[in-house]
T-cell receptor, first 111, second 115 residues
Framework: TQLLEQSPQFLSIQEGENLTVYCNSSSVFSSLQWYRQEPGEGPVLLVT?????EVKKLKRLTFQFGDARKDSSLHITAAQPGDTGLYLCAGAGAGTYKYIFGTGTRLKVLA | DTGVSQDPRHKITKRGQNVTFRCDPISEHNRLYWYRQTLGQGPEFLTY????????KSRLLSDRFSAERPKGSFSTLEIQRTEQGDSAMYLCASSSTSQGPDTQYFGPGTRLTVL
């Protein structure tokens, strides 16, 4: 069974600090997606990474896909209160569209 | 493009009743997914369609759950004889096979409360 474990589960930081969220698995994924979800809403896609070792940047967010395509990280530089939310990673194995979601990291950025 | 829409946004029902949710995907998206999300957890895959064909189903989808996508456009998810454990947010997502790596766009969800 494929599992995606995220760490940390909860993170509370001050505005301006940097942080990294990790998404780990023992399984290989053909692609991996990161989402942010606000309370009572559906997840909103941030990025999709496909190639092992790939790095993508979205303003202050940097996403990396592990070389073996089993893990990923999300780094936020100079966090702002607007970054507050639930961050989710999700992936599917080759030949399937049965997406597995991570356990989530709940981030709170204090002004 | 108005995005994925779901109806209703909230549903309160009594145990034992049947409920049906609707999802309208982004137009021309040929894949449609259903997920269930409980408080504090990530979404759990229930099923997905490519056009009108239901290609994968999770073991979470018991015989009380059924999903359809009759014309390859909107989809419905029905839960029969609801139980309190069915209380959750039901999320729908859609994607297109013609847009590079599979990228899912989610709707706002239907929150079900079973009393």
């Amino acid at each position: 069974t494929q599992l995606l474990e995220q760490s940390p589960q909860f993170l509370s930081i001050q505005e301006g600090e940097n942080l990294t969220v990790y998404c780990n698995s023992s399984s290989v994924f053909s692609s991996l997606q990161w989402y942010r979800q606000e309370p009572g809403e559906g997840p909103v896609l941030l990025v999709t990474v496909v190639t092992g070792g790939e790095v993508k940047k979205l303003k202050r967010l940097t996403f990396q896909f592990g070389d073996a395509r089993k893990d990923s990280s999300l780094h936020i530089t100079a966090a702002q209160p607007g970054d507050t939310g639930l961050y989710l990673c999700a992936g599917a194995g080759a030949g399937t569209y049965k997406y597995i979601f991570g356990t989530g990291t709940r981030l709170k950025v204090l002004a | 493009d108005t995005g994925v829409s779901q109806d209703p946004r909230h549903k309160i029902t009594k145990r034992g009743q049947n409920v049906t949710f609707r999802c309208d995907p982004i137009s021309e998206h040929n894949r449609l997914y259903w997920y269930r999300q409980t408080l504090g957890q990530g979404p759990e895959f229930l099923t997905y369609f490519q056009n009108e064909a239901q290609l994968e189903k999770s073991r979470l989808l018991s015989d009380r759950f059924s999903a359809e996508r009759p014309k390859g456009s909107f989809s419905t998810l029905e839960i029969q004889r609801t139980e309190q454990g069915d209380s959750a947010m039901y999320l729908c997502a859609s994607s297109s096979t013609s847009q590079g790596p599979d990228t899912q766009y989610f709707g706002p969800g239907t929150r079900l409360t079973v009393l």
